[in-house]
């Protein structure tokens, strides 16, 4: 009876830490470059990082979970932006850890942030809890695009 209650959190929680692993991979790949790059300010230790995006995507999973077990009609949409934003989050460390393009990477997570937004909205509309459970990873992404932006100037 529990598990059949905590399903649609196991599973979303797992989907979104699915994505994390993947951008993980990308990550990982890219380390021995990122170690080199000079890097701005504020700039938090390497070791920050893999305990930070976890936390996040459990909380976008925890999220996207309440999103699915309500009966709102909006539903189907912001699920959709959910995962359009979760594959844009993905393929911003191809872009910046994989290929370096630390320009593009930084447009790349405008329209990120941009998609987290309407997620925020979207989820609030629905069940003010789930958007709210989406500020951290807003906040994190907004001083993401600090990082990522100084690093393209200091490194050109």
């Given at each position: 009876?529990?598990?059949?209650?905590?399903?649609?959190?196991?599973?979303?929680?797992?989907?979104?830490?699915?994505?994390?692993?993947?951008?993980?991979?990308?990550?990982?790949?890219?380390?021995?470059?990122?170690?080199?790059?000079?890097?701005?300010?504020?700039?938090?230790?390497?070791?920050?990082?893999?305990?930070?995006?976890?936390?996040?995507?459990?909380?976008?999973?925890?999220?996207?979970?309440?999103?699915?077990?309500?009966?709102?009609?909006?539903?189907?949409?912001?699920?959709?932006?959910?995962a359009f934003?979760?594959?844009?989050?993905?393929?911003?460390?191809?872009?910046?850890?994989?290929?370096?393009?630390?320009l593009l990477?930084?447009?790349?997570?405008?329209?990120?942030?941009?998609?987290?937004?309407?997620?925020?909205?979207?989820?609030?509309?629905?069940?003010?809890?789930?958007?709210?459970?989406?500020?951290?990873?807003?906040?994190?992404?907004?001083?993401?695009?600090?990082?990522n932006f100084?690093?393209?100037?200091?490194?050109?």
């Amino acid at each position: 009876m529990i598990f059949k209650k905590l399903r649609p959190y196991i599973i979303s929680i797992l989907i979104a830490l699915a994505v994390g692993v993947l951008s993980g991979i990308a990550t990982n790949s890219g380390m021995p470059i990122y170690e080199r790059l000079i890097k701005p300010p504020l700039t938090p230790p390497s070791a920050v990082f893999p305990i930070v995006w976890p936390i996040l995507y459990i909380l976008m999973g925890i999220g996207a979970a309440i999103i699915w077990e309500s009966t709102d009609k909006k539903c189907g949409t912001a699920l959709s932006i959910y995962a359009f934003q979760l594959v844009f989050n993905a393929i911003w460390s191809v872009l910046f850890f994989g290929f370096e393009a630390y320009l593009l990477s930084f447009i790349w997570l405008i329209l990120l942030w941009l998609l987290i937004i309407m997620m925020i909205i979207s989820f609030y509309r629905i069940r003010p809890i789930a958007g709210l459970l989406q500020i951290p990873y807003l906040l994190w992404v907004t001083f993401a695009g600090y990082l990522n932006f100084m690093i393209w100037q200091l490194n050109r």
